[in-house]
């Protein structure tokens, strides 16, 4: 090492080369080049505050790229739908901020969770997001730290998150709705959406309001489903994401609906009932979809 080149430690004793960080003295060894070594792979550690890990140790960072491999691959095998994947997403991005990545899952303590309640508490627009979306949150956290203890993949013991990520009660969640206007949609004005519809979104609105059928139940509908339904007058439909049953007995005007669907649909090699303009099922696009954007604009007008 040339003389005028600046050491990145210090010589203590004239035999241990340091380095004081946040004000505490940290000792690397006596050989200079296995020190300056030492020192930076520890570094992100104790600039952080935390105790260096034995090396192989499995942290935040190997535990958030584990459990998003794990769900995009029950997203590819259709056992999880991509807008949870989203969310999960989501969480795994707070859960890097609030606790640093490099941190091994074995010092994890009751403060990082604590701070991490804090975090899946904020919003990006508003402060503080509802107690139902914290629970969201809140539930999705708990399902990445059990995914860690689970057949002692990261960890063979519980980690100390009971109490910060418990959730909000159920009484709280009482007091905010009663702080909450009423979102309550007269039947004139559900007729005065239907009248205003296209025979599409007609149909689409009628499934929603006739069976409770939700956008992604009425996304995924498909073609021979809607003309036994039509045949019979009732719409027998497994949800695709529960496989539960349902057995829905058809008003009039929702048959006569979905008839007019059937009739214009395109020919398409695509199943479901109901495409998008580009021909694409509306089950392939993004949350914030199609149908709720037509739903709010029909309702505004």
Same mark, same amino acid.
């Given at each position: ?88 997403? %989501?969480?795994?991005?707070? +859960?890097?901020?609030?606790?640093? !990545?490099?941190?091994? =899952?074995?010092? /994890? *303590? ?78 004139? %004005?559900?007729?005065?959406? +239907?009248?205003?519809?296209?025979? !599409?979104?007609?149909? =689409?609105?009628? /499934? *929603? ?93």
């Amino acid at each position: 090492m040339s003389g005028n080149k600046k050491r990145v430690l210090t010589l203590k004793g004239g035999k241990y080369w340091v380095k004081k960080i946040n004000g505490k003295i940290h000792h690397f060894g006596t050989d200079y080049d296995e020190s300056v070594k030492k020192y930076l792979s520890e570094k992100p550690y104790l600039d952080a505050g935390l105790t260096s890990p034995d090396k192989g140790a499995k942290t935040i960072k190997d535990l958030l790229n584990s459990f998003l491999s794990d769900r995009m691959e029950k997203v590819s095998n259709g056992q999880l739908v991509k807008r949870t994947y989203d969310d999960y997403q %989501e969480v795994c991005d707070i +859960i890097a901020k609030a606790i640093n !990545k490099n941190t091994a =899952i074995e010092f /994890l *303590a009751v403060e990082h969770f604590d701070k991490l309640r804090v975090e899946l508490g904020k919003g990006k627009i508003q402060k503080t997001i509802s107690p139902k979306k914290l629970n969201q949150r809140l539930g999705y956290a708990r399902s990445i730290f059990n995914y860690a203890t689970t057949d002692n993949r990261f960890i063979d013991r519980q980690l100390p998150c009971k109490s910060a990520l418990q959730c909000v009660s159920k009484r709280e969640l009482r007091r905010y709705q009663s702080t909450r206007p009423k979102r309550l949609i007269t039947a004139l %004005e559900l007729n005065s959406v +239907i009248e205003r519809s296209s025979p !599409k979104y007609k149909t =689409i609105f009628l /499934l *929603a309001i006739n069976g409770g059928m939700n956008n992604s139940d009425v996304s995924k509908l498909s073609v021979d489903e809607a003309e036994k339904a039509i045949e019979s007058g009732v719409l027998e439909y497994a949800r695709r994401k529960t496989f539960v049953e349902r057995v829905i007995p058809l008003w009039p005007e929702t048959v006569d609906s979905m008839k007019t669907t059937v009739a214009d649909r395109m020919n398409s090699p695509e199943p479901n009932l109901l495409l998008s303009k580009n021909g694409r099922p509306y089950s392939a696009y993004k949350r914030g979809d199609m149908m709720s954007q037509e739903f709010y604009n029909k309702l505004k007008a």
